[in-house]
């Protein structure tokens, strides 16, 4: 039995390595210029202000929200 030297499975392999590399350098690039890394950085505060600033801005909309139905005739209970 005589094996050929045929190059052809090497070359596809080569191929498929290069592709995913590619896709792989293009999918980091793509999160990087979405922003997407921003968030997970732990060496920044934003996300922690920012949750600060919607629970403050929640609290005061609940609260006038609950005094106008408390001043159309609600009950305590039910204006909350």
């Known amino acids: 039995m005589k094996l050929n030297n045929d190059d052809t499975g090497q070359m596809l392999l080569a191929t498929g390595v290069v592709l995913m590399m590619s896709l792989l ?6 999160v990087k210029i979405a922003g997407l890394t921003i968030a997970s950085d732990t060496t920044q ?27 159309a005739g609600l009950n305590e209970t039910e204006s909350v």
């Open 25 to 30: 350098s293009m999918a980091i690039f793509s």
């Open 45 to 71: 505060s934003e996300v922690v202000k920012i949750a600060e600033e919607i629970d403050d801005d929640i609290f005061q909309l609940i609260s006038f929200r609950a005094s106008e139905w408390y001043d």
